[in-house]
């Protein structure tokens, strides 16, 4: 990798985190019927971290859930020694049924990964709504999938990538983009 630029430092993460959690509260008009749902593994932090917020601003605690989206992947890889999907598991406090989703992930790019989450969802309930919490929108997407929320616009070439650490994996909040190299 060539040095990587940093678009968003702690204290920015920590912005577009409590930006989105304000527009969530706003749209919604408070937060009763709905339920953060993190795609596994980023996404999940990412969920935690806005309902902590939206507990702050609102007085009141939001259901937190998590999605594996393995299974419904369209470049599903085998990760395990069996030749079987590696799964994390998906997890949801609450019934989803007639509850306002809102579907959180890390970083939005070709639309795909959503698009998984989207099938498991609704492999598990019907909500009344579903909406999608990023904290990067990059653009190139091959999909008609469009974010609710957004921490940051950042147009990219397909030849660089994006990186979030977050502290609870990475021990540092920080997005980078980096060149990709050719091998």
């Known amino acids: 990798m060539s040095k990587a630029t940093v678009i968003l430092d ?27 749902i993190g795609i596994k593994t980023r996404g ?9 917020r939206i507990e702050e601003i609102e007085g009141s ?9 393995t299974l419904y992947r369209d470049d599903l890889s085998h990760k395990s020694a069996n030749k079987e999907p590696l799964l ?10 007639e509850k306002k989703v809102i ?10 990964t959503v698009r998984a989450a989207l099938d498991a969802i609704i492999d ?7 909406q999608l919490a990023v904290l990067i929108d990059r653009g ?7 974010p609710d929320y957004i ?27 980096e060149q990709k190299t050719s091998l």
């Open 103 to 112: 579907l959180v992930d890390d970083v939005l790019y070709t639309g795909r």
């Open 44 to 52: 999940i932090y990412i969920a935690n971290r806005l309902a902590e």
């Open 140 to 146: 190139h997407r091959e999909l008609p999938i469009r």
């Open 10 to 36: 702690q204290q920015a993460v920590r912005r577009a985190l409590t930006r989105i959690a304000h527009e969530i509260i706003e749209h919604n008009k408070g937060i009763e019927d709905c339920i953060l």
């Open 88 to 97: 994390k598991g998906t997890s949801f406090p609450v019934d989803v049924n």
């Open 61 to 69: 605690k939001i259901s937190v859930g998590e999605v594996d989206i």
């Open 151 to 177: 921490g940051k616009n950042v147009p990219t070439s397909k030849s660089e990538m994006i990186v979030v650490k977050l502290t609870e994996v990475d021990n540092q909040d920080e997005v980078t983009i």
């Open 124 to 130: 598990i309930g019907r909500p009344s709504q579903i």
